[in-house]
């Protein structure tokens, strides 16, 4: 059974995007292009400019958690 998920997990790589197509998407959902500016700096200034969305999202959500 586990060999069976190993192939299935192989044969369905993770979609990536990069960081402008992943901001360009979400901003369909949030309308503050200061958030949004924002998190692409930070995330730019890490080196990360291509990832899955889970991966952004999953960064977005601790970024807006994150205290000034």
Not at 25 to 45: I, N, Y
């Amino acid at each position: 059974m586990a060999k069976t998920e190993a192939v299935q997990a192989e044969a369905s790589p993770a979609l990536t995007f990069t960081l402008d197509e992943f901001c360009a998407r979400l901003s369909e959902t949030v309308k503050s292009p200061e958030l949004l500016g924002a998190f692409h700096h930070v995330e730019l200034a890490a080196g990360r400019s291509r990832d899955t969305a889970e991966a952004y999202r999953a960064r977005f959500d601790e970024f807006l958690n994150k205290p000034v």
